[in-house]
């Protein structure tokens, strides 16, 4: 589908930790400090390869990736515990990222295709588990603030997501078996978008049709979470750390289309998009959220 004919979005979903929030940083100071104090060597700048294959996963701080680098000499559920005590320290100290504050208070008043146009709707789908979330919220008044600008039946995390989508062939729990599948699979930003489409508002207002994939632009920091949103078939903004955009430079297209496979999924779906021909009107990437412009998504400002 060419830029051009990309219909106005209606939805916009956020993730949440390094994308609205500065806790990316903050995980990597809680891990370094268990790192050192067991006598191993700190995540630094160098490791951004390492840390691009655990942003977004759910329990990829316990999982085989990250500990076949750290070797460390304990259990990693002593790891975890000790990281999860750091990280009640230090969440609550995490602070709005640069233009996500006003980006939200905008995309709250901003109409989908014209001045009378239909609200756009905004909603949360993060890994992070609902307490995680709320240690991240519980340190600062503008951390509320600013979460508190997405509806709380809106909010999809990553304890909560599974049920909410079915797979319309088999009418089946996504993920199979009870499983969850973590980004990059698509189910979190599937549910997040059946949220949307399952509360009165969105279906009273406008247009009265439910808001499908392509009408929904994600917002991303992480190289896994554009490809969840790529394969869940929505447009997608990459607001990636410094760090992160540094180990990729020359290769953004890569990301944009989804075809890093830097974390890989039992199909068949990053040998397509590998196939596939330049798809990247479907996705751009940002130094900041302080450059989103709503017009070139069909959103009209008041």
């Not at 088999?170 to 009870?178: I, M, S, V």
């Amino acid at each position: 589908m060419a830029a051009q004919s990309f219909p106005p979005v209606r939805a916009c979903i956020f993730d949440l930790d390094g994308l609205l929030l500065n806790t990316e940083d903050l995980y990597t100071l809680c891990a370094n400090i268990v790192l050192t104090r067991h006598g191993r060597p700190p995540l630094t700048d160098a490791e951004w390869g390492l840390k691009a294959q655990l942003m977004g996963v759910p329990g990829s701080s316990t999982g085989n990736v990250f500990h076949s680098w750290a070797k460390l000499p304990i259990s990693r559920q002593r790891y975890a515990r000790e990281l999860k005590s750091e990280q009640q320290i230090h969440y609550p100290q995490c602070q709005p990222l640069p233009g996500a504050l006003n980006l939200l208070q905008t995309l709250n008043v901003a109409r989908s295709g014209s001045a009378q146009g239909e609200k756009v709707q905004v909603a949360l789908a993060s890994s992070s588990v609902r307490a995680n979330f709320e240690l991240k919220i519980s340190g600062r008044q503008e951390n509320r603030e600013l979460l508190d600008l997405i509806p709380t039946h809106l909010r999809v995390l990553g304890d909560d997501y599974l049920g909410d989508v079915l797979h319309e062939t088999t009418g089946e729990e996504a993920g199979g078996e009870g499983k969850k599948r973590g980004k990059p699979a698509p189910d979190i930003y599937l549910a997040a978008l059946a949220r949307i489409n399952n509360t009165t508002t969105t279906l009273l207002e406008g247009s009265r049709k439910k808001i499908v994939p392509e009408e929904c632009l994600v917002f991303e920091d992480s190289i896994v979470g554009v490809e969840a949103a790529r394969r869940a078939g929505m447009r997608c903004v990459w607001v990636p750390h410094p760090g992160l955009a540094g180990v990729w430079k020359g290769r953004e297209r890569e990301v944009l289309a989804g075809r890093t496979g830097v974390v890989t999924l039992d199909d068949d779906w990053l040998q397509r998009q590998q196939a596939s021909s330049n798809e990247d009107s479907w996705a751009e990437q940002l130094s900041s959220l302080e450059e989103f412009d709503y017009a070139r998504y069909g959103m009209v400002v008041p």
